[in-house]
T-cell receptor, first 112, second 111 residues
């Protein structure tokens, strides 16, 4: 089955710790995205990447970092600089010819 | 960036038609309107997309008036399994930072 896989489903972070959320897709999509959702709010864009080795900041990139070394993978690191990391994180991808996003099932990040 | 406004929640009964409206007053000429459905613990799933007038597929219809400042998602004869959050998305393709998600409408279908 083609799709997007996010892992882990639940993640806990200690104060001052960096954590990395995984996102892998086998849809051969060029573009990948990371969104954050807080309760009662819409999805907000953290980072996006249109091609390998290139990525752009979204609306709330502070405290986060990404890499895009492979077309299939777009990991998100939540750094210690992100003071309020507790949220639900969604990864998505799209092809350049299609006009819709495909989403993973998300990762719930909580602070211990 | 086109900001969207949707009702926070709606209730319906099985078998009824449900219409969810999204306002996007500052939609740009090249923006498309896309609706997604989301179940708990899952990512959003594409439902339908349009630019103007009416679009229909096997699960929904999308009505867009001439001024494009709003759009209405229509779900015919809903069932309990249609209980979900519905998101209205406005933006251009190829510009990831211009895609704007609304807060979503919680649709509760009752028997």
């Amino acid at each position: 089955d083609g799709g997007i896989t996010q892992s882990p489903k639940y993640l806990f972070r200690k104060e001052g710790q960096n954590v990395t959320l995984s996102c892998e897709q086998n849809l051969n999509h060029d573009a990948m995205y990371w969104y954050r959702q807080d309760p009662g709010q819409g999805l907000r864009l953290i980072y996006y990447s249109q091609i390998v080795n290139d990525f752009q900041k979204g609306d709330i990139a502070e405290g986060y970092s990404v890499s895009r070394e492979k077309k299939e993978s777009f990991p998100l690191t939540v750094t210690s600089a992100q003071k309020n990391p507790t949220a639900f994180y969604l990864c998505a991808s799209s092809s350049t010819s299609a006009e819709k996003l495909f989403f993973g099932s998300g990762t719930q990040l909580s602070v211990l | 960036l086109a900001k969207t406004t949707q009702p926070i929640s709606m209730d319906s009964y099985e078998g009824q038609e449900v219409n969810i409206t999204c306002s996007h007053n500052n939609i740009a000429t090249n923006d498309y309107i896309t609706w997604y459905q989301r179940f708990p613990s899952q990512g959003p799933r594409f439902i339908i997309q349009g630019y103007k007038t009416k679009v229909t597929n096997e699960v929904a219809s999308l009505f867009i008036p001439a001024d494009r400042k709003s759009s209405t998602l229509s779900l015919p004869r809903v069932s309990l399994s249609d209980t979900a959050v519905y998101y209205c998305l406005v933006g251009q393709w190829g510009y990831g930072n211009k895609l704007v998600f609304g807060a979503g409408t919680i649709l509760r279908v009752k028997s």
